[in-house]
């Protein structure tokens, strides 16, 4: 079986701001480990999956990165002219495939800047999904919830399908969008849904045929795009269509409305999608002091300070007196501080910046 | 009647780090209003004071600050080769007076790092007090305590002596040292104490001969000082006099062992030694925002944030978000975060830091 990973990596996030910027969003900073966060998805994947058949989804804003990331590799990188979401994203990648001659091997579809605990049960988990998704089925990882999480997808399951090597996989029900307290509440205690990590697993013939159905403007894009691959035209192409694109995701595009038989398997290897400041300190934990306090940088000196988070990328010396839960972002050209509980919300922090005229810093 | 003002500028306080650096400390800051501490102390006294009888006492390691301070100036300015406290320091401006010809004039003692809401108010009342201390006595002004303040030494007053122009003037009983907790809302509740200040006025002549009295070794120092005054062996006498003085206030050293008559006029005109933070931001309470918030510097956004005090000296991009009753200090190669409460602690964080070898951000 012939795997082939999309490894989407044109977000731009903002959520690790001021570390993480518009020009080198999150998927590129070192913020656990020694790697990147695209690095240690490249790493997860390899052991099943050959470098030639990776493909790297990015922005062209990101074209410098791509290429130094790539280096001497092997691995395929396609260039979005813009971000328009992951239907977009997911059918340029299937195109590319389908214009290779590959039909009917299973892609995984992957985030880049995801962090997971358990690589070796992730890929036996991706292994097990491919096998399914090679007979046809539309393949969903679901994430067991931990908490009533308002920042995700979820994924209401059905029965269980089939139960192979000791594993349940279950029928999906139906796709929910981010719900809000009260939904996400229920949803966390009737123990009837997954999280939806964003991780899928399809052949290319599958998932085009889905979004010719549920997406034909898209669908006619993507025809263009495949038309123009390998010839002189296809930048332009590509430039063209990407304008015409709508941005929309995979799931609302396709999975929220597709009749195609849809399947999840419970993925309990450890994941986050290290979605800010809170969650990546609480992953990191096993790294903190005796006073629970993660430093990531140099010359960094705490007095009378707990639960703090500093991450130092300037050359500033940092001095935290009494702090408590508490994160420092320091960066040779901008300083973000709050309590690690509400750095969640540095998303409204940077619009609020954005409108302000300040898009030299973000 | 001639009044001389000594302004003593010798202090290395720790406590603005690291707005404050041992080269640069507070009272050469521009810590509240446009001017720095020290200006403002000599535009206090000009109007009571000529230029010329204005003896400012510093350290030579500040002398290009001092010399840019002076500029085409009248007043004298004297360097210690280490600074000694504060009763060689008034030693050596009362021999450099002596030898002048002026020993029964008053002399105001003033820290140069100390704040006064109501000029004019202190004005009256440095007037009285020179003319009291012309007749003979020590003139201590009494700070009226609002706080159990335990970093501040005490006045304990005795009975009214005299009553002049509606200004009760008291007989002092008794200088305290600085008291623990307990001492110190005892001292705030009796109505019985005053706060020490730190100004004082008496006559050369006076001061001297306590000094002689008491700190018979320090006399000594400054008597071969005296003698070298105008001299070409100036420096080297009194380089090597201050390497043998101990380092002693004139409270300890005199103040609290003298017999002669000490009297105390009460300075309600509005004084704080601005010392921490927390105290310049009570202070500067009416510039903070609808949110009491404070900012001195350039580009500061702060997003839901109350009673935050933020000093933005860098050029960095400065965000708070969700913070409370929180200093930040942000300098080119420092910044320090703590609670404003506890920002006086930063005495004993400079001390580590020392201890650490990080002389070179002190």
Redesign the interface.
């Known amino acids: 079986m012939d795997i082939y990973s999309v490894i989407m990596a044109g977000g731009s996030g903002t959520r690790f701001w001021?570390a993480s910027r518009a020009n080198r969003p999150k998927q590129f900073l070192k913020v656990i480990g020694s790697k990147t966060l695209i690095e240690q998805t490249l790493e997860r994947v390899k052991p099943i999956c050959k470098e030639k058949n990776i493909i790297i989804v990015g922005n062209q804003e990101h074209h410098d990165i791509l290429d130094n990331l790539l280096g001497e590799r092997q691995f395929v990188i396609l260039e979005e002219p813009r971000g328009c979401n992951t239907a977009p994203c997911i059918g340029l990648a299937a195109i590319y495939l389908r214009k290779n001659g590959i039909t009917d091997s299973p892609m995984v579809i992957l985030p880049a800047d995801h962090f997971i605990a358990n690589e070796a049960k992730f890929r036996e988990i991706i292994l097990l999904g491919c096998r399914l998704a090679q007979k046809g089925h539309i393949i969903t990882i679901g994430i067991i919830p931990t908490r009533p999480e308002t920042g995700y997808g979820y994924l209401h399951k059905g029965a269980v399908k089939i139960e192979i090597e000791g594993v349940k996989v279950y029928d999906i029900r139906r796709f929910v969008e981010k719900p809000n307290q009260e939904d996400a509440q229920r949803y966390l205690r009737s123990g009837e849904y997954f999280w939806n990590g964003g991780i899928f697993i399809f052949t290319p013939e599958i998932i085009l045929t889905e979004i010719e159905i549920h997406l034909p403007e898209v669908y006619k894009g993507l025809l263009e795009i495949e038309k123009s691959i390998s010839e002189s035209n296809y930048a332009d192409v590509l430039h063209s269509v990407y304008q015409r694109f709508p941005s929309i995701s995979i799931d609302y595009g396709v999975m929220e409305k597709t009749t195609h038989s849809i399947l999840s398997i419970p993925g309990d290897f450890g994941w986050s999608d290290v979605g800010s400041w809170e969650s990546l300190y609480a992953l990191r934990e096993k790294e903190t002091d005796s006073n629970r306090n993660l430093i990531q940088g140099e010359k960094v000196?705490l007095?009378?300070t707990a639960s703090t988070f500093i991450f130092n990328q300037?050359?500033?010396?940092?001095?935290?007196?009494?702090?408590k839960d508490?994160v420092?972002v320091?960066?040779?050209?901008?300083?973000?501080?709050?309590?690690l509980k509400?750095?969640q919300?540095?998303k409204?922090?940077i619009e609020?910046?954005r409108v302000?005229g300040?898009n030299f810093?973000l």
């Open positions: 001021p000196f007095f009378n300037s050359n500033q010396v940092v001095v935290s007196l009494g702090l508490i420092i320091n960066t040779d050209d901008a300083l973000f501080v709050a309590p509400k750095s919300e540095i409204e922090v609020a910046l302000k300040l810093i």
